[in-house]
């Protein structure tokens, strides 16, 4: 149901701002709004680090029709994750390779996006045989994008400084709760084992989780959205955090839970996988496809840890209603589950020793 903007954002700190900013895009767009406080604006769900809004005025050749725009608050706190103005930079340079959509305003904060018209996905969507190997061909079409700076791996810098940023917010009780004193050597651990070797590194959206993936439903044409997380990484990390996204669901009154059953099975990511290899024009080759997905399998402890770093640090700083800390520490008892399996270590402790202890 629509609301008056004035009631949606009467707690956004540049209100003023930001009206002034979609007045100026409105007539940017050949409109003009006659009343700011009679926009419509409707809430858009699934978003976890920022408020989301579709914006609707009527169009200035009347008959009815509705110009739509996006309007993004930023999420308090979020400047631990990365930096607002190197994502603005990503935002308009993506744009500029005809990826996504185009940024129309900006106020402090905040920002005002073109209204992409096409659907976004829903968790089964990621299942779907006929959607996935879209998504596998606009990955690797996303990853080849040349983008600005330099081409180096931002995984293990960002685990380390998000760790760092954890231990100076978190009670000590959740710093014990958690293990944050033994995530150092298992950074260092990680990084070496993984790094070992020739491994493709790729523009990586890091959270291509289904809502910030959309398709038009005519053409079936993808589009990826939102790269806040976006850098350069090893493709198979972002793969891996593609394939861990299959465990969530978003729009369910429990958002925050993680269903590890749904994740895919070994067919269906070797099938994914070939798909993303071939969108190259080249089949590839069976020991190429095995290889990466091996690597893939071991980069989802990576991502593990990334994503329960954020919950952790979020249930401090966002005050969106999400259960941060229960997504956490999901996150962190799936490392430790599955770490013996994929690095071929023997566990020291029992499957039921490590449920308990995040309990």
């Avoid at 008056?4 to 409105?26: D, Y």
């Amino acid at each position: 149901m629509a609301i008056k903007t004035i009631e949606l954002l009467k707690g956004c700190a540049s209100q003023e701002e930001m009206m002034e900013v979609l007045a100026a895009v409105a007539s940017d767009l050949g409109d003009v709004i006659e009343d700011l406080n009679n926009l419509q604006v409707i809430p858009l769900k699934g978003a976890m680090t920022n408020e989301v809004f579709q914006v609707n005025w009527p169009t200035r050749n009347g008959g009815g029709g509705l110009r739509k725009v996006l309007v993004r608050l930023y999420g308090e706190g979020v400047e631990v994750f990365f930096n607002r103005e190197e994502e603005i930079r990503t935002f308009e340079c993506i744009s500029n390779h005809g990826q996504g959509p185009r940024l129309l305003g900006r106020f402090t904060s905040g920002r005002v996006e073109e209204f992409i018209h096409a659907k976004t996905l829903s968790a089964a969507d990621l299942r779907n045989p006929e959607i996935s190997p879209l998504i596998a061909s606009k990955m690797r079409e996303f990853h080849s994008l040349h983008m600005p700076g330099p081409k180096k791996i931002q995984l293990w810098q960002r685990l380390r400084k998000w760790l760092s940023q954890a231990k100076s917010l978190c009670s000590p009780k959740d710093i014990k709760n958690f293990g944050l004193d033994n995530l150092d050597e298992e950074i260092n651990m990680l990084e070496k084992k993984l790094c070992e070797g020739y491994q493709e590194i790729g523009f990586c959206h890091n959270d291509l989780q289904y809502g910030n993936i959309m398709m038009e439903i005519e053409t079936r044409a993808i589009t990826i959205i939102d790269y806040e997380y976006a850098s350069y990484n090893p493709v198979a990390y972002d793969l891996a955090n593609h394939f861990c996204e299959m465990a969530a669901d978003y729009h369910t009154d429990t958002p925050h839970v993680l269903d590890y059953s749904k994740y895919p099975g070994l067919e269906e990511r070797q099938r994914f996988i070939r798909v993303y290899l071939n969108s190259e024009g080249k089949k590839p080759s069976k020991t190429k496809v095995e290889q990466l997905l091996n690597t893939t399998e071991k980069y989802t402890l990576a991502n593990h840890l990334f994503w329960g770093l954020w919950g952790l640090i979020s249930s401090y700083v966002n005050k969106i209603d999400f259960d941060y800390k229960e997504y956490a520490r999901q996150r962190f008892q799936q490392y430790w589950l599955t770490k013996p399996a994929l690095l071929d270590s023997e566990g020291n402790v029992s499957e039921d020793e490590i449920v308990a202890s995040f309990i």
